[in-house]
């Protein structure tokens, strides 16, 4: 029993952590402008899968996005969108972020200012 809930677990974490890779935006056929250049950082939070491990006002899996915000500064927007891109490990805890290798750099900015809009 206790190996079949730990496989449940599992299972879910793996298909709530990609349930949305398939829904990101789709690039237009006009190339001269990015595709998400007046989308905003919570809209692009909500098109991802960052929700199934986190929180605006709660610690999920991960951190709360107002936890987030009282750690991190303006200062540290670049350091968190590498995080974005390509995961990390130990700050939070012991369960690691997975890595968005499909976010842009300028798309994980933009998340990354939302998040720290949200200081108390």
């Known amino acids: 029993m206790k190996k079949l809930f730990i496989t449940g677990i599992v299972s ?9 890779e398939n829904s990101e935006i789709q690039p237009s056929s006009d190339t001269s402008t ?11 939070i909500e098109a991802s899968d ?7 006002d709660e610690r999920l899996i ?5 936890e987030i915000a009282a750690k ?3 200062k540290d927007i670049e350091i968190l969108a590498s995080k974005i891109i390509e995961g990390g490990s130990g700050v939070w805890g012991s369960v690691p972020m997975q890595p ?3 976010i842009s750099k300028e798309d994980a900015k933009k998340m990354v200012e939302y998040i720290l809009s949200q200081k108390k």
């Open 72 to 74: 991190y500064s303006e």
């Open 62 to 66: 991960g951190p709360s996005y107002k």
């Open 100 to 102: 968005h290798p499909q």
């Open 12 to 20: 879910l974490l793996v298909i709530s952590c990609s349930k949305k």
């Open 50 to 56: 960052c929700m199934a491990c986190h929180n605006a």
């Open 34 to 44: 990015p595709v998400t250049a007046n989308v905003s950082g919570q809209s692009l």
